[in-house]
């Protein structure tokens, strides 16, 4: 899915947890570089905001962009941003990214 969001138009992707069993998760978020490489953070403090119901959460880590040597798809560098602490998730409750 893409979120584009450019400083005038903001997205935001809206995850409603009905069947997830309760329990503790690390949610991490996979980020695919189109077409060009994804900077967010430095410049604009509002790219990915992460909402568990209405709590912000803040990204606490990141993994490095790697290539994976076999990939099909040599422009395309993933990396990850995530959370390192559990967060405890039950049905019902809603996960929003904003872009």
């Known amino acids: 899915m893409l979120l584009y969001a ?3 138009i ?8 009905q069947r997830l069993p309760e329990g503790d998760y690390y949610p991490g978020l996979l ?3 189109w077409p060009v490489t994804f900077g967010c953070g430095e410049l604009r403090s509002w790219h990915l905001q992460l909402y568990h119901n209405d709590t ?3 990204w606490t880590s990141a993994r490095k962009p790697l290539r994976p040597e076999n990939a099909a798809e040599k422009k395309g560098v993933p990396g990850e941003v995530r959370l390192d602490e559990p967060l405890h998730l039950k049905p019902g409750d809603v996960l929003r990214i904003h872009v």
């Not at 903001?10 to 947890?17: D, F, P, W």
């Open 10 to 17: 903001r997205n935001e992707l809206a995850l409603h947890l």
């Open 6 to 8: 450019d400083g005038r």
């Open 31 to 33: 980020l695919v570089p």
């Open 56 to 58: 912000r959460l803040v």
